[in-house]
Nanobody
């Protein structure tokens, strides 16, 4: 049974930093592309960042480029999202997701498994 568990969310002031983690189990981690999505209240779930099987390729949404960094550790079956220079508009529930397919701009329907999400709140 595939499980994805996010952690690291919380409340932070604008300009601050948070580091999210996603721990995966029940799958061959290195065989999957990983990604972060987020969903703000009243909005659609949107793509944030993705990382390839080995970690050699990454892609980011324009809204987070230069501020967020995605990474993975295949030995530990974990993925992380380092978020710097946070803005109030980054407030959302952040989800990790996995897929066997690579896409430069992933869409939600491409992903096979999802975590339960972790809340990030950025105060102004």
């Amino acid at each position: 049974q595939v499980q994805l568990v996010e952690s690291g969310g919380g409340l932070v002031q604008a300009g601050g930093s948070l580091r999210l983690s996603c721990a995966a189990s029940g799958l061959t981690f290195s065989s999957y592309v990983m990604a972060w999505f987020r969903q703000a209240p009243g909005k659609e779930r949107e793509f944030v960042a993705t990382i390839s099987w080995s970690g050699g390729s990454t892609r980011y949404a324009d809204s987070v480029k230069g501020r967020f960094t995605i990474s993975r550790d295949n030995a530990k079956n974990t993925m992380a999202l380092q978020m710097n220079s946070l803005l109030p508009e980054d407030t959302a529930v952040y989800y990790c997701a996995v897929t066997s397919k690579w896409a430069a701009t992933p869409i939600r329907g491409l992903f096979d498994y999802w975590g339960q999400g972790t809340q990030v709140t950025v105060s102004s």
